[in-house]
């Protein structure tokens, strides 16, 4: 087992990034857990603690540009060195993009992809120099295609994707690991947020559990993988997506996330 580490989750006031947290408390690291939701992240953070592990709750939006640097510039002013990162922390948004609300498009793009790279950012470097540590950025299966009604979605996850293996491949015998994690759908509040609960993908294709998953992720971060999808079928699936015409996979995908006619 490896040492007590802190460990910085966003995201964790529910869903995947609280079924993380609860591995790592379990496993005795200490924790920084943000979130939006004070009230829950207190919750939570009380509950962990259970574990004999500090657990340290920061309510902030991370869509806001100022904010990922504010939670550096706290943990630093408290001489909190963050051992593990994991980028968790995002949503998506149902609908044409032609009728989509600015605030949705954007919202998207600041969180899923500007505060991760950000915090990857800020917290990178003192990584390099201990020549250790582990960053875990949380994509998605919809970052494998393009996807239809959630177009922005499925193109920032594409951009953590592929900004993760890069990096992965420019720290390797760094001392520091990159994880790009990959759910498919999973029973969590994230469909109902995004508007898509009723979609073929959520309602006849099945999703996994959060604590299966979130056990995939802490096991692929865990390991140092650079590229992890949870479960077997996901797994399947965003191969085939690599070899189908182009026109064909995003159809599909299209249908995938459609809401059949009752
Ligand atoms: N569920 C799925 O089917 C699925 C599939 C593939 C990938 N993923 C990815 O997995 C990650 C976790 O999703 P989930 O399914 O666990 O979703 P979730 O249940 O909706 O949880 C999202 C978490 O992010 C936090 N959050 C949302 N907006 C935030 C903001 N602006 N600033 C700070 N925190 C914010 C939420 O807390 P507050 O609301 O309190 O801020 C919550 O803790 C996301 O990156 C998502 O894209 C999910």
Known sequence: METAKTVLITGASGGIGNELAKLFARDHHNLILVARSADRLTQVANELQANGVTVKAVALDLSQPLAPKFLFDQLQCENIAVDILI??????????????????????????????????????????????GRIMNVASTAGFQPGPLMAVYYA???????????????????????????????????????????????????????????????????????????????????????????????????????????
């Open 87 to 132: 980028n968790n922390a995002g949503f998506g948004a149902f609908g044409e993009f032609a009728t989509m609300p600015d605030e949705q498009i954007f919202g998207q793009i600041n969180l899923n992809i500007i505060a991760l790279t950000q915090l990857t950012k800020l917290f990178l470097p003192a990584m390099v120099q201990r020549r250790s």
């Open 156 to 262: 920032t996850k594409a951009y953590v994707i592929s900004f993760s293996e890069a990096i992965a491949n420019e720290l390797a015998n760094s001392g520091v690991t990159v994880t790009c994690f990959c759910p498919g759908a999973t029973h969590t509040g994230f469909a109902t947020r995004a508007g898509n609960d009723k979609s073929r993908l959520f309602k006849q294709l099945g999703a996994m559990s959060a604590e299966r998953v979130a056990l995939d992720g802490y096991r692929a971060v865990m390991e140092g993988r650079t590229l992890a999808i949870s479960g077997a079928q996901n797994w399947l699936v965003a191969q085939s997506t690599r070899f189908g015409p182009r026109k064909l996979v995003t159809a599909i995908s299209r249908w995938v996330t459609e809401t059949p006619k009752e």
